[in-house]
C-alpha cells in the first residue's frame, strides 16, 4: 500500500474541466495553496482545468489560492458560505459581472452536507434557514413540533487538502485549526489529493491519533515548508 | 439623545450573565468583547465555528500562528484544556443544543425572536457564514446592539424588514440602554438606565415594551 506520489503534477493529474472540487481551507487555515497553484500551472500550460465548481467555506483572498484560480478563469462556480474575505476582490469582480455562481449554504450546513456525501446520507433536515430566505423552494418537515428544512448531500470528484502528518496508507492528521472540513471532504471526494507537511513509515502516527483514516485519501504529496495562506496574505504575495 | 452604554459596556453587561463554566460562542465583530468581562472566579469556555472549543486571547502582535485563529480569521492562542475538532462536529455542537449560550450582533430584532443579522439586502455579494446555524441550538440566544440605528431608527422592532436569519429564536436583548427579555412574542424590560425614562424608551423602540414587576437600573462600571 503506496498512495505517495513523487510531485504536485503528478498529484492533481486527472482533474479534468467540470469537475466539482472541494478544497479544504478555513480563511488561510488549511488551505492547501501548493495543490492550488499546480493545478492553476496546468491550467496556464494546458488550458485546463477550467468550468470548475469549487467547494470551500470561502471564495479565496487576494491574488493566490483560490482566489488565484477565480482570477485565472478556472471556476464556473463556486459553492461556500462567507464570499468575503480581507481581500475579496477576485469573486466580487467576477460575481459582479455575472461570471462566476455562487451558491451560498450556511457554514454548519456546508459542513453537514458534505459529511451526508461521504456518509451515504442523500439528504437529512437541519433547523437552520428554516424561515429565510435560504430556505426557499426546499421541503420543510415538523418533528417534534419544530419545523426543519431538507438539505441534500455534497459530494465532488476531487478534493484538495492539506495535512500535517501522512503515511502511504494516507492516514492524515492536521496541524491545530487548520483541520476545519478537511476530514469531510477527505470522505465526500471520488479522489481525495492530499499535500503534507511530511510523510512518514507506517505505524509512525499512533492509531489513536489518526484523523482521517486512509480509505478516504487516495494520493498523498509531500510539501515541506508549504506556505501558509494568511501568511502570503500579509507578506503581499501574488500568484500571478 | 440621552446618554447611552458604550459597546464596552454592553459587552459587561451581558459578560456578567455568563455562569461559570458555560460553553459560549461570541458572534464575529462586537460580540468578541463580551470574553473580555467575564466575572471574577468564572471561567467560560468559549467556541469557534472553525474548530476550537476553550480558545483564548489574541497572540502579541508578531507571535500570530494563522493555523490557530478564531471565525473572525483573527489569531487567538489556546487555553489549557483545549481541543480541536472538525466542521461537522463543531456544528453538531451548534445545532445539537450542547452550547450554552450564544451571543449575537443584530441589525434588526422583532419582538417575536425573529433576527435579522446578516444581510442588509440584495446589494452586493450575499455572505451568511455561521450566522444562521447560531441561531439554533444554543440554550441561549442572546443580542448585543445599539437600540437605535446610527441614524436613530429603532433596531427592536414589530417585524424585521430586512431578510431574517433566523425566526423565533432570540431570548435575550442587551441594548445600549436596556437589557430586555423575548417572552410570549413581546418585549420585556428587565432593566433600563436610570437617566431615561419607561417613555422615552419606548419612544426609541419599534415595537410594544411590557413590564412585569419592577425595573432595575442598568448599571454598569466606568470601561
Known amino acids: 500500500m503506496d498512495k505517495t506520489v513523487a510531485g504536485l503534477p503528478e498529484a492533481v493529474a486527472g482533474i479534468e474541466d467540470g469537475m466539482v472540487v472541494m478544497i479544504g481551507g478555513f480563511g488561510g487555515a488549511g488551505a492547501p495553496i501548493e495543490l492550488i497553484h499546480a493545478l492553476i500551472d496546468r491550467f496556464r500550460a494546458t488550458g485546463s482545468p477550467k468550468n470548475l465548481t469549487v467547494i470551500n467555506n470561502n471564495a479565496g483572498n487576494g491574488r493566490i489560492g483560490i482566489a488565484a484560480m477565480i482570477d485565472e478563469g478556472m471556476v464556473a462556480k463556486m459553492v461556500c458560505s462567507f464570499p468575503r474575505s480581507s481581500d475579496p476582490r477576485a469573486f466580487t469582480e467576477k460575481y459582479l459581472a455575472g461570471a462566476i455562481e455562487l451558491e451560498l449554504v450556511p457554514q454548519g450546513t456546508l459542513a453537514e452536507r458534505i459529511r451526508a456525501g461521504g456518509a451515504g446520507i442523500p439528504a437529512f433536515y437541519t433547523p ?57 471532504m477527505a ?15 507506517a505505524g509512525e502516527i499512533e492509531p489513536e491519533h489518526v484523523v482521517t483514516p486512509g480509505i478516504f485519501v487516495d494520493r498523498v504529496v509531500e510539501v515541506r515548508d508549504a506556505a501558509q495562506e494568511e501568511a502570503l496574505i500579509r507578506a503581499g504575495v501574488e500568484y500571478a | 439623545m440621552t446618554t447611552k452604554l458604550t459597546n464596552a459596556q454592553i459587552a459587561w453587561r451581558a459578560a456578567q450573565d455568563i455562569e461559570d463554566g458555560a460553553y459560549v460562542n461570541l458572534g464575529i465583530g462586537f460580540p468578541e468583547m463580551v470574553a473580555r468581562y467575564q466575572p471574577p472566579g468564572r471561567q467560560a469556555i468559549f467556541h469557534t465555528e472553525n474548530g476550537i472549543l476553550n480558545f483564548g486571547k489574541a497572540p502579541p502582535e508578531g507571535k500570530e500562528d494563522w493555523d490557530l485563529i478564531n471565525a473572525g480569521k483573527k489569531a487567538v492562542t489556546l487555553n489549557p484544556g483545549a481541543s480541536f475538532f472538525h466542521h461537522a462536529d463543531s456544528f453538531a455542537m451548534v445545532r445539537g443544543g450542547h452550547l450554552d449560550v450564544a451571543i449575537l ?27 444562521m446555524d447560531l441561531v439554533h441550538g444554543a440554550k441561549r440566544v442572546a443580542v448585543i446592539t445599539d437600540h437605535v440605528t446610527k441614524d436613530g431608527r429603532p433596531k427592536l422592532v414589530r417585524a424585521c424588514s430586512l431578510p431574517l436569519t433566523g425566526v423565533g429564536c432570540v431570548t435575550r436583548v442587551y441594548t445600549s440602554l436596556a437589557v430586555i427579555d423575548i417572552v410570549a412574542q413581546r418585549f420585556v424590560v428587565r432593566e433600563k438606565l436610570a ?29
Open chain 1, 128 to 184: 437552520t434557514t428554516y424561515g429565510t430566505d435560504l430556505a426557499k423552494g426546499k421541503p420543510v418537515a415538523e418533528f417534534e413540533g419544530r419545523n426543519y428544512v431538507q438539505e441534500r448531500w455534497l459530494k465532488a470528484d476531487v478534493a484538495l487538502i492539506k495535512a500535517e502528518l501522512a503515511d502511504p496508507h494516507g492516514n492524515l492528521t492536521y496541524r491545530k485549526a487548520a483541520r476545519n472540513f478537511s476530514p469531510l
Open chain 2, 105 to 131: 450582533g443584530a441589525y434588526e430584532v422583532a419582538e417575536t425572536g425573529d433576527l435579522a443579522n446578516w444581510s442588509t439586502g440584495p446589494k452586493g455579494v450575499p455572505a451568511v457564514g455561521g450566522a
Open chain 1, 187 to 201: 470522505m465526500a471526494a471520488r479522489t481525495t489529493i492530499v499535500q503534507a507537511a511530511k510523510i512518514v513509515p
Open chain 2, 195 to 223: 437617566a431615561i425614562s419607561l417613555d422615552e424608551l419606548q419612544g426609541l423602540t419599534g415595537a410594544g415594551l411590557v413590564v412585569e414587576g419592577t425595573i432595575a437600573d442598568l448599571v454598569v462600571p466606568e470601561l
